[in-house]
């Protein structure tokens, strides 16, 4: 009857079962391996991102990393006094002392064609800048550094030249976070996140380098996409529009830069995942990566062919459920977790590095808060004194012009003698608080898009009892508020809900794009960061190009790219903060000449993005000003129903559609008019680590229901 087999036969089949048992057991393995490409345009913050994973999952920066930076300190101090010199010639711009500045300039001219702006300045040098960056000439010019390329770091370094030029000198953490290092090549940073393996890749930006980098990235788990929103009016004078007369809200604004973001979006299998972030709030970055982390893992038991009931399926926004789940089929969740980290140029990705130390890795030691205590000193004084110095060049006066005089004139002492990294005097506690209430000195600082001046200046200048203390500390905030250039790549690994995860930053600038893609073929997703409130700006290296337009192109690329059907990316719509306050007085027609501002046909902001996005699903989530979950869909099914989960989230579901969406503030779509109406918004007042965290779960929900239906 044929029922017996040879030995041939038997040891065939034998053979075929190891051979199968094998292909499962690497199978499995794989799943837990994630790899996430990082892109975005140039200087959209995918590097910053980068660093910040080392911060939060490998303890920081070494001393070998320190002593790596140093020359790249010096080297973005002279080069950055070098371009304003540039820019002075180029705008017409005179120097306040015509007789010694020029020799100065000739000083800083002649140490970087020696090539030695990597070596510790000369005391010649050393003095040469000083007194330019005192002259009232260059400093009309770098106050109009949105006319040419700057370094973001300029002033921060320049500000510091004594501590700089110390001849024991060692650059702190915010000194390397401030460094700007062009990414060539591709950055790999492996950390472990949640029982998985992440792999981060950061490629180069730019658009000459996009042709290197988009061959071979079949497997990546998932893109990154870092959009810097601040560069939306980074454009060249000749091809800045005549602005609209709408109201410009935030709410509004940015939903439009989203809805054109998910416009791009052309494959009705593709989902996009959109975060506004913020990268200096820890609790925001932490909710956007756990929920990342929980796509991944759903996205790995899609493949692994895990089906769900239907009241399985419902309530997946619940990690425990997820968990449980995986329990109950005997099924390993996907333990590597490769996230690469992209983005243009200053988009914030290395303070969401900095966030998963916070987050993952205990947050700052005792010696880090010693470190930053002078940061903190510093950043404040630097910020009065730059409103203090655009007062001059804008042509305000103080409120109490005798009172407001000296106060100033104590200000410019403390810097001038190289203490303002020291504890506040009671004598300069009281200066900087008159000043600071000075009717004048505020109208000065509601004029900061005008001018260079930290984004923390507010945050510091209106605690300043607290920071004058004599037992002040720096809390948490504190140190994710103080700047310090950041350069270099860095790959951080942590772990998270039994997966290990390597996040990647890498270089946004449009030099480096074609570098990107040749070598991550397994990474989990891709992140890409865009920088909101660069709306106004344009690209350091194409003065004719704005950020964010660029951005739009590069997340064009990426996401309609043939090599990432199948990898996942989440948008982060970062600097949101910044963004908000932003939005205020400058109009987002600048790069949207479209954009029409408040309509009153429109019930709610939210509408206009429906209109914008594609006929198509199109999936989005983003953190709302109150922490909480907030997302935007437009979807061609005609229904909606609206459920409450269990854990306090609203989700629009619909039969025929994938993935719910959370809400803060739930936004029902009726089938015929799409008009939009704000059902609730109690949980607004959230705070950011729940908030974040509910996000990172709600994005696994998406996953889960849109691949296991």
């Given at each position: 009857?044929?029922?017996?087999l040879s030995?041939?036969e038997?040891?065939?089949?034998e053979?075929s079962?190891n051979?199968?048992?094998?292909?499962?057991?690497?199978?499995?393995?794989?799943a837990?391996?994630?790899?996430l490409?990082l892109?975005g345009?140039g200087?959209?913050?995918k590097s910053t991102i980068v660093?910040?994973?080392k911060?939060?999952?490998e303890?920081g920066f070494?001393?070998?990393d320190n002593?790596?930076?140093?020359?790249?300190?010096y080297?973005n101090?002279i080069q950055?006094m070098?371009?304003?010199?540039?820019?002075?010639?180029t705008?017409?711009?005179?120097?306040?002392d015509p007789?010694?500045?020029?020799?100065d300039a000739?000083?800083v001219s002649?140490?970087?064609?020696?090539?030695?702006?990597?070596?510790?300045?000369s005391?010649?040098?050393?003095?040469?800048?000083k007194?330019?960056?005192?002259d009232?000439?260059v400093?009309?010019c770098?106050?109009?550094s949105?006319e040419?390329?700057l370094?973001?770091?300029?002033?921060y370094?320049?500000?510091?030249l004594?501590r700089l030029g110390?001849?024991d000198?060692?650059?702190?953490?915010?000194d390397?976070l401030?460094t700007?290092?062009k990414t060539t090549?591709?950055?790999e940073?492996?950390?472990?996140?949640?029982?998985?393996?992440?792999k981060?890749?950061d490629?180069g930006?730019?658009?000459?380098?996009?042709?290197?980098?988009?061959?071979?990235f079949e497997?990546v788990?998932?893109i990154?996409?870092?959009?810097a929103?601040s560069e939306?009016d980074?454009w060249?004078?000749?091809k800045?529009?005549?602005l609209?007369?709408?109201?410009q809200?935030?709410?509004?604004a940015?939903?439009y830069?989203q809805?054109?973001?998910?416009?791009k979006?052309r494959?009705?299998n593709?989902e996009?995942y959109c975060?506004q972030t913020?990268?200096?709030?820890?609790n925001?970055i932490?909710f956007v990566?756990?929920?990342?982390t929980?796509?991944i893992?759903?996205?790995?038991?899609?493949?692994?062919?895990c089906?769900?009931?239907k009241?399985d399926?419902?309530?997946?926004?619940?990690s425990?459920?997820i968990?449980k789940?995986?329990k109950?089929?005997?099924?390993?969740?996907?333990k590597d977790v490769?996230?690469?980290l992209?983005?243009?140029g200053?988009?914030?990705?290395?303070?969401?590095?900095?966030q998963m130390?916070i987050i993952h890795e205990?947050?700052?030691?005792?010696?880090?808060?010693?470190?930053?205590?002078p940061?903190?000193?510093s950043n404040?004084?630097?910020?009065i004194a730059a409103?203090l110095r655009?007062?001059?060049?804008?042509g305000?006066?103080f409120?109490?012009?005798k009172?407001?005089?000296?106060?100033?004139r104590?200000v410019n002492?403390?810097?001038?003698?190289?203490?303002?990294?020291?504890p506040f005097?009671f004598?300069?506690?009281?200066a900087?608080?008159?000043l600071?209430a000075?009717p004048?000195?505020?109208?000065?600082?509601?004029?900061?898009?005008?001018?260079?001046?930290?984004?923390?200046?507010?945050?510091?200048?209106?605690?300043?009892?607290?920071?004058g203390a004599?037992?002040y500390?720096?809390?948490e905030?504190?140190?994710?508020?103080?700047?310090v250039k950041?350069?270099?790549i860095?790959?951080?690994?942590?772990q998270f809900?039994?997966m290990n995860?390597k996040?990647?930053d890498?270089?946004?600038?449009?030099?480096?794009r074609?570098?990107w893609?040749?070598?991550?073929?397994?990474v989990?997703?891709?992140?890409?960061c865009?920088?909101?409130?660069e709306?106004d700006?344009?690209l350091?290296?194409?003065?004719?190009t704005n950020?964010?337009?660029?951005s739009l192109?590069?997340?064009d690329?990426?996401c309609n790219?043939?090599?990432f059907t199948?990898?996942?990316?989440?948008?982060?719509?970062?600097k949101?903060?910044l963004?908000?306050e932003k939005?205020k007085?400058?109009?987002?027609?600048?790069?949207?000449?479209?954009?029409?501002?408040?309509?009153p046909?429109?019930?709610?902001?939210?509408?206009?993005?429906?209109?914008?996005?594609?006929?198509?699903?199109?999936?989005s989530?983003?953190?709302s000003?109150?922490?909480?979950a907030?997302?935007v869909?437009?979807?061609?099914?005609p229904?909606w129903?609206?459920?409450w989960?269990?854990?306090?989230?609203y989700f629009l579901?619909n039969?025929?559609c994938?993935?719910?969406?959370?809400l803060?503030?739930?936004l029902?779509?009726s089938?015929?008019?799409?008009k939009?109406?704000q059902?609730?918004a109690?949980?607004?007042?959230?705070?950011?680590t729940e908030a974040w965290?509910?996000?990172?779960r709600?994005i696994l929900?998406?996953?889960?229901?849109?691949?296991l239906?």
């Amino acid at each position: 009857m044929g029922c017996t087999l040879s030995k041939e036969e038997r040891d065939a089949l034998e053979q075929s079962r190891n051979i199968d048992k094998k292909l499962k057991e690497d199978g499995m393995q794989a799943a837990k391996d994630v790899k996430l490409l990082l892109l975005g345009a140039g200087e959209s913050g995918k590097s910053t991102i980068v660093k910040q994973m080392k911060i939060i999952h490998e303890g920081g920066f070494t001393q070998e990393d320190n002593k790596q930076h140093k020359p790249v300190v010096y080297s973005n101090t002279i080069q950055s006094m070098a371009a304003i010199l540039r820019a002075m010639n180029t705008l017409g711009i005179a120097f306040g002392d015509p007789v010694q500045c020029p020799e100065d300039a000739r000083v800083v001219s002649d140490v970087i064609q020696a090539m030695q702006d990597t070596e510790p300045f000369s005391e010649e040098l050393l003095e040469a800048m000083k007194r330019l960056w005192a002259d009232p000439g260059v400093q009309q010019c770098f106050v109009r550094s949105n006319e040419y390329q700057l370094n973001d770091s300029a002033k921060y370094f320049l500000d510091d030249l004594d501590r700089l030029g110390a001849k024991d000198y060692r650059p702190t953490e915010q000194d390397i976070l401030r460094t700007r290092v062009k990414t060539t090549g591709i950055v790999e940073v492996h950390f472990q996140f949640k029982n998985m393996n992440f792999k981060l890749f950061d490629v180069g930006g730019q658009r000459s380098e996009r042709k290197k980098w988009i061959h071979c990235f079949e497997d990546v788990t998932a893109i990154i996409f870092c959009v810097a929103m601040s560069e939306y009016d980074q454009w060249h004078l000749s091809k800045v529009h005549k602005l609209g007369s709408g109201k410009q809200t935030y709410e509004e604004a940015a939903i439009y830069i989203q809805a054109s973001f998910e416009a791009k979006n052309r494959s009705q299998n593709k989902e996009i995942y959109c975060h506004q972030t913020c990268a200096t709030d820890t609790n925001n970055i932490q909710f956007v990566f756990d929920a990342v982390t929980d796509v991944i893992i759903a996205n790995n038991l899609r493949e692994m062919g895990c089906l769900l009931s239907k009241e399985d399926r419902e309530a997946l926004e619940q990690s425990r459920n997820i968990d449980k789940k995986l329990k109950e089929d005997g099924i390993q969740a996907a333990k590597d977790v490769k996230l690469l980290l992209l983005g243009a140029g200053e988009s914030g990705k290395s303070t969401i590095v900095k966030q998963m130390r916070i987050i993952h890795e205990g947050g700052f030691t005792q010696e880090d808060n010693k470190q930053f205590k002078p940061v903190v000193y510093s950043n404040t004084i630097q910020s009065i004194a730059a409103i203090l110095r655009a007062m001059n060049t804008l042509g305000i006066a103080f409120d109490n012009p005798k009172q407001g005089a000296e106060d100033a004139r104590m200000v410019n002492e403390v810097i001038q003698s190289i203490h303002d990294t020291e504890p506040f005097s009671f004598e300069l506690l009281q200066a900087m608080k008159r000043l600071w209430a000075d009717p004048g000195v505020q109208q000065c600082f509601q004029r900061s898009n005008e001018y260079q001046l930290n984004d923390s200046a507010k945050y510091f200048l209106d605690d300043l009892d607290r920071l004058g203390a004599k037992d002040y500390q720096p809390s948490e905030q504190d140190i994710l508020r103080t700047r310090v250039k950041t350069t270099g790549i860095v790959e951080v690994h942590f772990q998270f809900k039994n997966m290990n995860f390597k996040l990647f930053d890498v270089g946004g600038q449009r030099s480096e794009r074609k570098k990107w893609i040749h070598c991550f073929e397994d990474v989990t997703a891709i992140i890409f960061c865009v920088a909101m409130s660069e709306y106004d700006q344009v690209l350091h290296e194409d003065e004719t190009t704005n950020r964010m337009q660029e951005s739009l192109k590069l997340f064009d690329s990426i996401c309609n790219n043939k090599w990432f059907t199948d990898t996942s990316i989440i948008l982060f719509l970062n600097k949101k903060d910044l963004f908000a306050e932003k939005i205020k007085r400058s109009p987002l027609t600048v790069c949207f000449p479209e954009y029409p501002g408040m309509n009153p046909m429109w019930s709610h902001p939210h509408t206009f993005c429906v209109c914008c996005v594609p006929k198509h699903d199109v999936w989005s989530v983003c953190v709302s000003l109150g922490g909480a979950a907030h997302t935007v869909q437009a979807c061609p099914a005609p229904e909606w129903r609206c459920l409450w989960s269990c854990s306090g989230r609203y989700f629009l579901l619909n039969e025929k559609c994938p993935p719910p969406l959370i809400l803060s503030a739930p936004l029902v779509f009726s089938g015929t008019s799409r008009k939009v109406e704000q059902m609730d918004a109690s949980l607004a007042s959230l705070i950011y680590t729940e908030a974040w965290r509910s996000l990172f779960r709600g994005i696994l929900a998406l996953f889960l229901k849109a691949d296991l239906e």
